[in-house]
Nanobody
Framework: QVQLIESGGGSVQAGASLRLSCAAS????????LGWFRQAPGKEREFVAA????????DYADSVKGRFTISRDNAKSTVFLQMNSLKPEDTAAYYC????????????????????WGVGTQVTVSS
């Protein structure tokens, strides 16, 4: 059974940084793309960042480009989201997700690309 467990969320002031982690188990982690999504109250879940299985390609939402960085450590079965220069509009529950499609060549950026989801970690940014 695939499990994804996020950590690293919290409450910070605008301009601060946070590093989210997502540890996976029950899956050959290194074979699959991974992504981060977020969902604010009353809004749909939105794409934040994704990384291919080899870690050679990444993609980001326009709203986070230049501020957020996704990375992965296949030896530790963990994906990270480094978030710098946080803004109040970044406030949301953040979810990591694993795309269970082997050999996918593009970076998956839509929720339907993903088969497994974590339970989320809350990030709150105050002004």
């Amino acid at each position: 059974q695939v499990q994804l467990i996020e950590s690293g969320g919290g409450s910070v002031q605008a301009g601060a940084s946070l590093r989210l982690s997502c540890a996976a188990s029950g899956v050959r982690f290194s074979l699959f793309p991974l992504g981060w999504f977020r969902q604010a109250p009353g809004k749909e879940r939105e794409f934040v960042a994704a990384i291919t299985w080899r870690g050679t390609r990444t993609d980001y939402a326009d709203s986070v480009k230049g501020r957020f960085t996704i990375s992965r450590d296949n030896a530790k079965s963990t994906v990270f989201l480094q978030m710098n220069s946080l803004k109040p509009e970044d406030t949301a529950a953040y979810y990591c997700a694993l795309d269970g499609t082997l050999g996918r060549t593009r970076v998956p950026v839509t929720p339907r690309d993903y088969d497994h989801w974590g339970v989320g970690t809350q990030v709150t940014v105050s002004s």
